[in-house]
């Protein structure tokens, strides 16, 4: 049927049809969702309650597992008993590593379970590594179950949304890698995980991969090239050699982010120390500015050239340099560096580390937490073999066997704590007893260090990472970090024994608890950095550093291009630098002696698809930002991709709450407030010369036959905003007007607001990432009724008000004129 374009329109059809839909009379109220919640996947929850189900189609970078069951016969009584069990513990692993479990099927075949990470709202950064460790997880749990398994996960870009029809809808991931990963769990052996290529590529150091034979499978011409996870060893030490070698292994060598497991050992260290070395080298970066005037001035030369050794034992006995007497590593004390993710910490701990051991004697202990709620017991971990590396380190006689070198150093009382290292050690604590293993084990570590310190200083470097997932409940897992800090914190007071060294606690965290004792000390002691993004000289310094060319030659397009994205994020500047080189969008020109004579940059930049470098820190973190927001502020995010230049509320509003469709001020009022949160956030900006006029004061908005008052709202507030915004440059304001002498006949008036307030995305990281996600149909709905809107808003006022003229006119039909002129 085709609709008669004469007669009819399509903004009079939609209204009509949302006019007579009943639907919502069979829907669930806002009251009762909860009932339903267990069986909804929490993003559909999260888009039904906010009103924003429209936008929980995307398309985003997820990591597959496709998990097959078999062993055990379901429909016996026992049969379904074991496959309950099962299944309990399946969801539990899944869970503990913050994945999803989108399904599961029990027939006479066996079980089959799909397990996604980086579904909202739980994504990671590191959502490749969790997915291989939870299947190295799950499969110990069949071999417990005595059943086979066979695991098969994959990384890529996949449709993630809600398919089926009106009657019956579900959430699910649609793609190529979602099917490779089921021929993979097919070619997987008994208990085995397979992984494809990208999956390899983008996983930590934690895992190491096998290569195999690549494999045919069904709908792909070439052979797949797949992978055998499994764990890396645990290296021989952590903090100084306990060998007496002097050297320092950093614990985030193990797990850096930039590193995948394929990486070599050597080529890690020495990339890791160039990027020390070379943002530790800005003179104009404030953090390295600040660091330098508590250690008493700028580190050797050639500090970060050499490698990371610390003196040997016995030093002697007046250290190279002296600190400033107000510094903590003159007596001791406490020191707290926070900023975001790869402002600098980690450099700025490692430069600490190598400068306070070679100037001040100081020897380092280290202890680690995150980014994932199952690494607890790691920082028990590190923090005792870095002690006892240390106290190897002044004494070879120091038994190689952690339980019989704690026995050793305490002599009294030794029971309870070898006990406590022997449970640790064992790595079989499940989530409950690593949470109340901490407080001990710190306060054994404190024994231990007091022990210490009457023979050597000592730096002790604590680092939380809290990860990607910005949920407050998620953050809730690490509080447990704050008791070691407590205990280890006391410490670091100077001391009144005679004989006792200066003992420094650093702290290196994404946000510190400022109500914390030993935070609130080091802001007193002015010991508190704060890390913030590099200034725009100083990201050009950088960028030359770490392409080791000088400022000049590197355009002026790539130097705001990369400054742009980068946001003054050192890492993001590397990665930026790393993906443009990798795709050859840089082009650098070198002469015999391999000096830079010349960098040549793509024309385009902005067109690059920077949502396409998922593995990035950069990417992922942004994509992170955008889960953790509201529903509604994350849709008027995604709205706002949509739109080049500035944009307007009735532009957002067109596509989801039309004035023109019975939207009401509330509607608009909730996505003005999303948009005032984001502009807090600093996602979206509003331009000095579009600043909202005084609200409409006292207006009536005509609807039907009756007159609706406006509250009259104070300058400034958001009620007053939001009207305006509706009401604004371009779209009339309807004002009531006295009823005429002649009959009373109600009357309005257009006027027209001389301003509307418009917004602007200028994050150019955000828009890509945000862009990227946003399907085609949702793009083009969205431009499509804000241009409806705008001519509607432009055009249909005008014209009503002709309408209302023409009515409001004193009507004689046409044969009374005639009897009129005949009578005349």
């Known amino acids: 049927w085709k609709m008669n374009e004469g007669m009819y329109t399509f903004p009079t059809i939609k209204f009509s049809a949302m006019e007579r839909d009943q639907r919502h009379e069979k829907q669930f109220k806002l009251s009762e969702l909860n009932v339903i919640r267990r069986y909804i996947p929490s993003a559909v929850f999260k888009q039904i309650e906010g009103g924003t189900l429209t936008y929980v189609n995307e398309m985003r970078n997820i990591s597959t597992i496709f998990v097959s069951g078999s062993g055990v016969d379901v429909s016996t009584d026992a049969g379904a008993a074991v496959a309950h069990d099962l299944m309990k513990s399946i969801q539990k692993v899944c869970y503990s590593h913050e994945g999803t479990l989108n399904k599961f099927v029990i027939d006479d075949k066996g079980m089959l379970f799909l397990l996604v990470f980086g579904l909202p709202p739980l994504v990671h950064t590191d959502d490749p590594t969790r997915a291989v460790l939870c299947c190295l997880e799950m499969a110990s749990i069949f071999a417990r179950f005595k059943l086979v398994g066979k695991f098969g996960v994959t990384t890529g870009r996949s449709y993630c949304g809600v398919c089926g029809s009106v009657q019956r809808m579900e959430y699910t991931v649609l793609g190529d890698p979602v099917n490779l990963s089921a021929r993979l769990m097919a070619n997987a052996p008994p208990l085995g995980v397979l992984i494809d290529a990208s999956t390899n590529q983008l ?19 070439n052979p797949i090239p797949i992978y055998r996870p499994q764990l890396r060893a645990l290296s021989e030490f952590i903090g100084v050699d306990p060998k007496g070698s002097g050297k320092v292994r950093f614990p985030w060598y193990d797990r850096n982010p930039s590193m995948s497991g394929s990486t070599e050992e050597a080529v890690v260290h020495k990339t890791l120390k160039e990027n020390v070395a070379q943002l530790c080298s800005l003179t104009g970066w404030e953090g390295i500015a600040k660091v330098q005037r508590l250690m008493g001035g700028e580190a050797p030369a050639g500090l970060h050239k050499q490698p990371a050794i610390v003196p040997s034992y016995p030093t002697p ?15 001791g004390g406490q020191l707290v560096i926070e900023g975001n993710t790869g402002f600098g910490k980690v450099e700025l701990a490692e430069h600490i580390v190598l400068h306070a051991a070679q100037e001040f004697y100081m020897l380092p202990v280290f202890g680690t937490m995150g980014p994932r709620i199952l690494d607890l017991d790691r920082v028990c971990v590190e923090l005792l073999r ?20 704690v026995a050793q150093i305490l002599r009294h009382d030794t029971a309870d704590a070898v006990g406590l290292v022997k449970e640790v050690l064992g790595g079989t604590l499940d989530e409950e007893r690593r949470k109340s293993v901490l407080k001990p084990f710190a306060d054994l570590i404190t024994s231990l260090l007091e022990i210490l310190r009457r023979k050597t200083a000592v730096l002790v470097v604590l680092q939380l990472e809290f ?97 742009k994205l980068s946001l003054g994020n050192p890492l993001y500047i590397r990665e930026t630098i790393d993906q443009l080189i990798n795709n050859d969008f840089i082009k650098i020109v070198k002469d015999a002696n391999g000096r830079i004579v010349h960098i040549k940059s793509h024309e385009d930049l902005e067109s690059i698809n920077i949502a396409n470098w998922g593995q990035t820190a950069m990417v992922g973190n942004t994509i992170c930002l955008l889960e953790s927001l509201d529903p509604l502020e994350s849709a008027v995010l995604k709205m706002s991709t949509c739109f080049e230049g500035s944009f307007t509320l009735p ?56 007159n609706y008052e406006l509250p009259v709202s104070p300058p400034g507030s958001t009620a007053g905003m939001a009207v305006q915004g509706l009401y604004g440059s371009g779209h009339a304001s309807l004002n009531r ?15 027209a607001a001389k301003t509307l307030q418009t ?52 009507h004689i039909p046409w044969y009374y004129e005639n009897v009129l002129a005949r009578g005349a």
């Not at 006995?317 to 007596?331: G, I, L, M, N, T």
């Not at 870095?386 to 070198?405: C, K």
């Not at 994050?763 to 149909?777: C, D, H, P, Q, T």
């Open 759 to 810: 917004f602007e995305m200028r994050n150019v990281l955000i828009r890509k990432v945000g862009a990227s996600m946003v399907l085609e149909a949702q793009r083009k709905v969205v431009k499509r009724q804000a241009l409806i809107d705008r001519s509607l808003s432009r055009d249909l006022p005008a014209r009503m008000e002709e309408v209302r003229t023409k009515r409001a006119e004193p």
């Open 203 to 221: 996983c930590t150091r934690e895992i190491v991969a096998e290569e195999l034979p690549a494999i045919k499978v069904k709908g792909k011409t």
């Open 737 to 751: 007007s006295e009823g005429s002498a002649q009959g009373g006949v109600p009357s309005t008036t257009v006027t």
């Open 467 to 563: 990860g990607t997932n910005l949920f407050p409940k998620t953050l809730e897992h690490f509080v447990p970090f704050w008791s070691i800090v407590s205990s280890i914190g006391h410490l670091a007071e100077p001391s009144t024994q005679p004989g006792e060294k200066p003992v420094v606690v650093a702290l290196f965290v994404k946000e510190s608890d400022r109500s914390h004792p030993f935070v609130r000390r080091a802001i007193q002691n002015r010991c508190h950095i704060e890390l913030r993004e590099l200034s725009e000289a100083s990201c050009i310094d950088y960028m030359a550093a770490y392409m080791r060319g000088s400022p000049d030659l590197i355009p002026l397009q790539l130097q705001t291009f990369i400054s």
């Open 317 to 331: 006995s007046e250290p190279r340099s002296r600190p400033p007497a107000e510094s903590p590593f003159a007596a």
């Open 386 to 405: 870095s002690t006892l590396g240390v106290f190897r380190h002044i004494d070879s006689s120091t038994p190689e066997s952690d339980t019989e070198a």
């Open 651 to 706: 532009d957002l509003a067109a596509s989801t709450c039309s004035r023109w469709a019975g939207a009401t001020h509330f509607d608009y009022l909730r996505i003005f407030r999303a948009m005032q949160d984001l502009v807090k956030l600093g996602v979206l900006e509003v331009p000095p010369d579009s600043m909202p006029p005084p609200p409409l004061e006292g207006a009536a908005i005509r609807q039907g036959h009756t």
